[in-house]
C-alpha cells in the first residue's frame, strides 16, 4: 500500500470547504458529473483524432448508483472516460495544479452562498466530495493501460494508491457517505440535483435505482433494478432558437459555468455560408473574480462539430472580453487543431472576428433599447470594455458607445452620446479629468473655471483611463481634452490681462526661485476662479500619473 500525504494547501482547502459549504453539499455532485464530463471529452477526442485510440469501443456515459445496506451508505459516479494512471492520481487528486486556486483561497468570504460559486471557478471541485463522505473511493484505469488503480483517502491528510481491478477504462468515484451526506443515498435527491445542475451536459447520465412492483391490491410483488436516463444530453446550442426556452437557456449556463444565478444576457447565433458554425454567449451577472488575474481561466469553450476541443484557449476570444462565457461549434475546423494551428488559423480568427462583432452589436442594442438594464453590465463589465478601446482599435466606435463614465453635471454615468448632446454651442472640446479618486477629483480646482462658464468635464478615477482616454483623441470630431495639462485653459477663453501680468512678474520670479526644480515653471492662469493656485502638467510632459508610473518603472 503506498500511502502519500495531500499537498498541504490541499489541506487547507479541505479545511474551508467543508466549513464553508456546509449549507451547500449537494454541488459535489455536480462537480463529480463535471469531472466525468471532461474525462469523456477527452477521450472522444482521442478517439477521433488518434489511430491508436480508433479501435477503442467507446460508449460515452454516466451512471450513478447509491445502496444503503444497515448503517453504510454509498453513491457512485462512474463513467466510460479517459481513465487515470498512478501518477494522474497524485497529480490530480493530491494537489492543487491551478495557481488560480490561491487566489480561491484568498477570495474566500465566509458568506457560504458566495464561495460556493467559486468553487467551481478554480478547479477545487472533486475535494467537495468530502462534505458528504467519511470515505471516498476512485477505482479507475486510463485508456490504453493495462492497469486498474484504487485511490482511497477520508479527507484527512493522507490517501493511499494500490492496484485493482476494472474491466474497461473509465473512472468510477465510490462515496461512503457520513451522516452529513446519507440523504443523498435517494432516488429523488439525486435526480433533483442532476437536473438542477447537468441536465445539459452533453452525454446521457442513467441513474440506477431498484423498481418495486405491486399487485391490484397494492401488495408487493417483487422488485427490478432499474437504469434511467435523467438528463436531456443534447448540445443545447443546435438545437433551433425558437424551440429553446429562456429556462433552458438558464439551466445550460449554470452547467458550463458552474454560476449558480442566471446570467444578464445570452447571444445565440448560427453562420451558414462559405463558414459555418454556432455560437452561443453568455455575460455573468457578476464579474468572474479572477476577471483581473493574469492567468484567468477562458469561459468559452471550443467545439468542433460538437465535439470539445479545449476550454483553455484565452485567444478565442479578445483578452477584454474575457467574462464571457459560451461556447463556440465550428463545422469546418479540422477535429486535431493543436495551440498553435489555432493561433494562426484564419478561419478561427475569422469566427472570433464576427463574434465580437455580434457580441458588441448587442450590448449596443441593449444600451439603446434599455440604457436602465444597460447600467447592470456597465456596474462590471466597464473598465474592460475600456480596455478595449485601447487594444480593439477595428471596435473603437462601437466601444465610444457603450463606456460610461461619470461627471460634474449628471448623476450616475453618462454616455459620451449624451455629453455631446448637452455641450454648450461654441464648446470646442470633451473636457475630461484624470487622477485616483473621483471625490478628489471633484473637488480639484482645475474645475473651478469650468464650471464657472457651465463646462461639462468627465471625471476619469479608472487606473486605465490616463492610459485609454488620451488615445481615443475624439469622438464623432469633438476633441476630447484634458483639463489636467496646461494648453486645456486656452479653451476658456478668457483674456490674460496684461498689466496684471506685469505687476505679477516679481512674484512669480520669487515663486520660482523657492520652488527650485520641483517645478517647471510658474505662471498666471485664467482656469481658477477661487482657489490661488493649481498644479498643472506640461503640455508636452506626460500626464501626471503616467510621469508616476514612468518613474517607478525606473525611468
Ligand atoms: P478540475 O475539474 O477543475 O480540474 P477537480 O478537482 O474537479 O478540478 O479535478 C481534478 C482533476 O482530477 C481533473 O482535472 C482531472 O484531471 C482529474 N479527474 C477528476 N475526476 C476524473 C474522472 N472522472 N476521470 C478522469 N480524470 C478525473
Ligand atoms: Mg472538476
Redesign the pocket.
Known sequence: MAKHQFQTEVNQLLHLIIHSLYSHKEIFLR??I???S??LDKLKYLTLTDDSFKDLSFDPRIDITFSEEGDEKTLSVS?T????NQE?LVE??GTI??SGTKAFLGNLTGDSKKDSNLI?QF?????SVFMVADRAEVI?RKAGEETAWKWVSDGQGEFDITPAERESC??T?TLHLGEEGSEFASRWQIEQIVKKYSNHIAFPIFLHYVKTEYDDKGKEKGSTPTEEQINSAAALWKRSKNEITAEEYNEFYKTISHDTEDPLMHLHTRAEGTMEYTTLFFVPSKAPLDMYQADYRPGVKLYVKRVFITDDEKDLMPTYLRFLRGVIDSEDLPLNVSREILQQNRMMAKIRESSVKKVLGEFVRIAQEDPQRWLSFVEHYNRPLKEGLYSDFANRETLLELVRFRSTKVEGWTSLAEYKQRMLPDQKAIYYITGDNEQTLRNSPLLEAYRKKDLEVLIMADDVDELVVPMIGTYKEVELKSVNRSDAGKDLEAEKDQEKDEALKPLLERMKTVLGDRVKDVVTSVRLADSPSCIVVDESDPTMKMAQMMKAMGQ
Request: aromatic letters at 8%.
Open positions: 462537480e463529480l463535471s469531472n466525468s471532461d474525462a463513467d472516460g479517459i481513465g487515470m494522474d490530480n487528486l495544479a491551478r467551481g478547479g477545487v471541485g472533486f475535494y479507475t473509465g473512472t468515484v
